[in-house]
């Protein structure tokens, strides 16, 4: 529920409404906790349950105004040799620190969330493919780029990626839809890691518009 900015009177004029203070903590309580239900406790990030709710809206809107929704998907490299070797909270530092890179880098309409453990998300509403690959390639180059300090010293890390776009042609489901940029990303980390890769562009309308069968092709699925 947004927190309305309608100043609050007080019904018997009274020039200092003990009623009033309440009903203002209370709104900042059900902000903080309506915060707290679709965000990262760690990242501060969006979390699975937004994108879910996010990716399907931004996808029902490209199929009614025609403009595509791009999707990014990064992995970090060698996430678990972090955690090995300078334990988890130098882990959760690293998270942290990736997590604030990718808010920085993106546009205040684009929606980035932590999918789950070393893995994140970056919603690109009414974004073309080449335009996110862009943005995302220049994440990728300033995460690799980017000396991560902790409490006895300094790490850095690499990530891989995987992009595709939804259109107003497409027919894949939003789960169809993440696996494909998830195949990409698999494809990204065969390829050597600290890369991304994506649906070629002219391939755009043979793969959004594949039938059932070739999805379950496509994606591995019996």
């Known amino acids: 529920?947004?927190?309305?900015?309608?100043?609050?009177?007080?019904?018997?004029?009274?020039?200092?409404?003990?009623?009033?203070?309440?009903?203002?903590?209370?709104?900042?309580?059900?902000?903080?906790?309506?915060?707290?239900?679709?965000?990262?406790?760690?990242?501060?990030?969006?979390?699975?349950?937004?994108?879910?709710?996010?990716?399907?809206?931004?996808?029902?809107?490209?199929?009614?105004?025609?403009?595509?929704?791009?999707l990014v998907m990064i992995d970090l490299d060698h996430f678990k040799q972090v955690n090995d070797s300078y334990g988890h909270e130098v882990g959760n530092i690293v998270l942290k620190a990736v997590a604030d890179t990718l808010v920085s880098e993106v546009r205040t309409t684009d929606v980035v969330c932590r999918y789950g453990g070393e893995e994140f998300a970056i919603i690109f509403a009414e974004t073309h493919l080449n335009l996110a690959v862009k943005v995302a390639d220049r994440i990728r180059e300033?995460?690799?780029?980017?000396?991560?300090?902790?409490?006895?010293?300094?790490?850095?890390?690499?990530?891989?990626?995987?992009?595709?776009?939804?259109?107003?042609?497409?027919?894949?489901s939003a789960d169809d839809f993440v696996d494909s940029v998830d195949k990409y990303l698999y494809e990204a980390k065969a390829s050597g890691r600290n890369c991304i890769c994506h649906i070629d562009y002219s391939d755009l309308r043979a793969v959004t518009e594949v039938g059932v069968d070739e999805r379950a092709m496509l994606f591995g699925r019996d």
């Open 1 to 70: 529920m947004p927190e309305s900015n309608n100043p609050l009177e007080c019904p018997v004029e009274e020039s200092n409404c003990h009623w009033l203070d309440e009903v203002e903590k209370l709104r900042r309580q059900i902000t903080h906790l309506s915060e707290l239900v679709l965000t990262d406790a760690l990242t501060g990030l969006y979390n699975f349950r937004h994108f879910k709710h996010v990716l399907q809206a931004e996808m029902d809107r490209s199929k009614r105004s025609g403009i595509p929704t791009s």
């Open 142 to 172: 300033t995460i690799a780029a980017t000396i991560i300090a902790y409490d006895g010293g300094e790490i850095n890390v690499t990530a891989s990626m995987g992009a595709s776009v939804y259109m107003k042609s497409s027919i894949l």
